[in-house]
């Protein structure tokens, strides 16, 4: 275990964790907006970034991507962090100035109107959809152009012939910025088809992860083979990173789907 202080208070955590997952895990709340539990982390908002202490001098660094090491000094709170990340939440509001989750922020650290020119945008260019789509083993979007030119895009701004339209890319966009609709109209070339529940006439949809209907026994989720992500692609296995007592070890030799539990819990 690796010892160190946080905000004063003496902490540990594990070998090779950041900074914001032992911050989490004794109740410290450090605001992100790039951060996802199922992806590398990329400290692409700044918004978490903390005050480190290492003996010598004090330096700023982004919590979500910094290893822990023994004996090092941590403060989440400090007037210098807040007044950085006021800065921060400043110039997305500017840049976002309709976007929700900007709006709480905005009002959180006590702003109003931004000083500088309002961008009607919003994207804050968090990289978020781009590392979730290449988890998906697609890649059909990135980060592209650069300092001010850089937007999320296809390649070539053209409709992508292996975007899948599995939708990951919007449920981790944090403004709404991207959205099915959008991934429909400018993104994909594929025709998207919601999934329909076969236990409901087709007329609702469900996930490739879904538990058949409610009355199941045993009444746990199934895996469709056909849709899932991780069997047409090879990426994905985004369930696998919240699954606390690892029931899914991908080693199926056949699939048809069974229920989970066949297969560990």
């Not at 594990?14 to 989490?24: D, R, S």
Request: proline share 6%; hydrophobic share 35%; net charge negative.
């Amino acid at each position: 275990m690796v010892t160190f202080k946080l905000n004063g208070k003496t902490v540990q955590g594990e070998e090779g964790q950041y900074i914001l997952q032992v911050a989490e895990k004794y109740g410290v709340e450090i605001p992100t907006l790039c951060h996802h539990k199922a992806l590398e982390p990329a400290g692409m908002c700044r918004l978490c970034t903390v005050e480190l202490f290492d003996g010598r001098r004090t330096r700023f660094v982004t919590s979500c991507n910094y290893p822990i090491w023994e004996g090092m000094e941590i403060s989440t709170d400090s007037e210098a962090v807040h007044e950085g990340r006021k800065l921060i939440v400043e110039l997305l509001l500017a840049r976002c100035p309709d976007a929700p989750i900007i709006k709480e922020l905005a009002e959180k650290y006590g702003l109003d109107e931004p000083r500088f020119k309002k961008e009607d945008d919003d994207c804050i260019l968090c990289g978020l959809c781009t590392r979730m789509c290449a988890k998906m083993g697609n890649n059909a979007i990135s980060l592209t152009g650069r300092g001010v030119d850089m937007k999320v895009d296809t390649p070539f701004e053209l409709q992508s012939d292996v975007c899948m339209a599995c939708g990951a890319c919007a449920s981790v966009c944090p403004t709404g910025h991207i959205t099915l609709e959008k991934i429909r109209e400018s993104i994909t070339k594929h025709n998207v088809k919601p999934i329909l529940s076969e236990y409901d006439m087709g007329l609702q949809g469900r996930k490739p992860v879904y538990v058949p209907y409610a009355q199941a026994v045993p009444n746990t989720p199934a895996i469709d083979r056909d849709v899932c992500m991780h069997f047409k692609t090879g990426g994905c296995k985004v369930c696998t990173e919240f699954c606390g007592v690892a029931s899914l070890p991908w080693k199926w030799s056949d699939f048809s789907p069974l229920p989970a539990r066949q297969w560990g819990i």
